[in-house]
């Protein structure tokens, strides 16, 4: 459809006005413009999946944008950035893989108010999308070819049966129950990591290190890196954490980072609903707990965790034997330099906050109730803030 040259101007003078500038001035002046101008819409819409096909080339994903725009603005903004990357897609003959994962989570339902309303929402959205910075890439364009690695038959089965630990561990009111199922589970994506290895070094895939990226959302956001930094270590990957897009890139093999996100997501459910409950019961005792309390609560818990679930894959490992090490250690070769080709230049994050002496007690307690599937467990004597 054709769209007047004057609307089209229309476009033009409501994007100098509103996404070039900063403040409220700018935003009324181009809506008001947009508002005026039934005809302008087409021509909208057209410019904002041009700012989508732009992310794409800047690096980002869907759940990326969508995570963005969830930060930073409304509710009616994820709906009307759904709306825009679900046109946009739609021209691709083939998509990466991770993709369609992500895009059936988007919210595309249509939002609607009146034309001012609605112009200012999409003008607010796409400032966003304008000033996205480039970030490093995890995946090929949509568009590209891309290089699916192959898959044998047991591996859905394994995934069912580590997800269904998952969910019971979730769902249990038990403690010392979800912790055992969770050891479970990292027992058994231990193990089929081992078998990946073995399936490559016998040159029956062509696995080569990919990277994904998890959300890391606020509050606790430094909490949350740690635990998921603690995941990616016990599953053979990387985590480089970018605080101020919140989220962290994870580096590994595709069987491994499907695992860190199974697990990471997990644990935070799990980790919440222990602090809920260690929550609970010191309000019942008459203390009143604080932010303070729940920071340490969850550093104390990512770390004691990251302690666990690195006992559970040495004893895995441990188990197939020490032939396998070579071969384990250069698919840590490996991801060692995909990272370091992505991040050249990292720094280090120093933890803070870590300031309530009950809040770690109680985390590290949360962590520390499991009965991992092992002979035995070390000791260990808890790290307590100021040590």
Request: with cysteine; glycine share 8%.
């Amino acid at each position: 459809m054709s769209v007047p040259e004057g609307s089209i101007e229309a476009v033009d003078k409501a994007f100098a006005a509103a996404l070039y500038t900063d403040g409220d001035a700018g935003l009324d002046i181009g809506a008001s413009l947009l508002a005026a101008d039934p005809d302008a819409d087409a021509e909208l819409r057209r410019r904002g999946e041009e700012f989508v096909t732009r992310a794409w080339q800047r690096g980002w994903q869907p759940a990326d944008v969508e995570r963005i725009v969830r930060r930073d603005l409304a509710e009616h903004h994820v709906r009307l950035v759904g709306e825009l990357i679900a046109g946009e897609v739609r021209v691709y003959g083939r998509l990466p893989p991770r993709w369609d994962a992500q895009l059936a989570e988007l919210d595309v339902r249509q939002w609607r108010a009146d034309r001012f309303s609605y112009a200012t929402a999409v003008l607010e959205l796409l400032r966003v999308l304008l000033r996205l910075p480039a970030v490093e890439p995890v995946g090929a364009a949509p568009g590209a070819a891309v290089h699916v690695p192959s898959r044998h038959d047991g591996e859905p089965r394994m995934l069912t049966r580590i997800r269904a630990l998952l969910a019971k561990a979730e769902a249990t009111d038990f403690p010392q129950e979800a912790e055992a199922l969770t050891g479970k589970a990292q027992e058994l994506m231990a193990r089929h990591s081992i078998d990946e290895a073995l399936l490559a070094a016998q040159g029956h895939t062509g696995d080569t290190p990919a990277a994904c990226r998890i959300g890391v959302d606020a509050p606790y956001e430094t909490a949350k890196a740690i635990l998921l930094n603690a995941v990616a270590d016990a599953n053979r990957c990387r985590a480089v954490w970018n605080g101020d897009l919140g989220f962290s890139t994870v580096v590994g093999f595709e069987t491994d980072l499907e695992s860190v996100e199974l697990l990471h997501t997990s644990l935070l459910v799990q980790g919440t609903a222990a602090m809920t409950r260690a929550e609970a019961a010191q309000r019942a005792g008459g203390r009143k707990r604080t932010k303070a309390f729940r920071q340490s609560f969850l550093t104390a818990y990512a770390s004691r965790m990251g302690d666990r679930l690195h006992e559970a894959t040495e004893h895995v490992t441990e188990e197939a034997g020490g032939s396998l090490l070579p071969v384990l250690a250069a698919r840590d070769v490996a991801v060692e330099d995909r990272t370091d080709r992505m991040f050249p230049e990292t720094t280090p994050t120093r933890v803070r906050g870590v300031t309530d002496y009950e809040g770690w007690e109680h985390g590290t307690a949360a962590a520390d109730r499991a009965h991992l599937p092992k002979s035995h467990r070390p000791e260990h004597r808890p790290i307590r803030p100021g040590d």
